[in-house]
C-alpha cells in the first residue's frame, strides 16, 4: 500500500516554471516506479513522466520532452516533477501515482493515485 500526496502546483505565467512533489508513504517505496499524468477540463487523464524504482529508466510524452523533468529520492520518499517553460496548454489536474513493477506510460497499470494538484498557466 502506497498513500501519495501531491503539492507545488498554482498559477504562473507562460514561460515560468514549477516543481511538484510527490510524497509517499511507505516503507517499501523504492520497489514502486512513479508516474506523473495530468487531466485538463473536458479531457482524458494522459501521461505525462515515468521513472523507475532506481531512477535509472525515465519515459515523457512528446509534449513535454525537453521542458520537464522527472526524478525521485527514494531516501526522502519522494518523487518531483521540474517543468519548465510552462505553456498554456500545461494547464490540468496534476497526478502522482505509484505501480509495483517498471515505468510504464499506461494509465490502468498504476494502482496507486494521488488527489492532484491544480497548475494553471495563463498566456
Known amino acids: 500500500q502506497v498513500d501519495l500526496v501531491e503539492s507545488g502546483g498554482g498559477l504562473v505565467q507562460a514561460g515560468d516554471s514549477l516543481r511538484l512533489s510527490c510524497a509517499a508513504s511507505g516503507r517499501t517505496f523504492n520497489t514502486y516506479a512513479m508516474g506523473w499524468f495530468r487531466q485538463a477540463p473536458g479531457k482524458e487523464r494522459e501521461f505525462v513522466a515515468s521513472?523507475?524504482?532506481?531512477?535509472?529508466?525515465?519515459y515523457y510524452a512528446d509534449s513535454v520532452k525537453g521542458r520537464f523533468t522527472i526524478s525521485r529520492g527514494n531516501a526522502e520518499n519522494s518523487a518531483n516533477l521540474q517543468m519548465n517553460s510552462l505553456k498554456p496548454d500545461d494547464t490540468a489536474v496534476y497526478y502522482c501515482a505509484a505501480r509495483y513493477g517498471g515505468p510504464s506510460i499506461d494509465r490502468p497499470l498504476y494502482a496507486y493515485w494521488g488527489q492532484g494538484t491544480q497548475v494553471t498557466v495563463s498566456s
Open positions: 521513472i523507475s524504482y532506481a531512477g535509472d529508466l525515465t
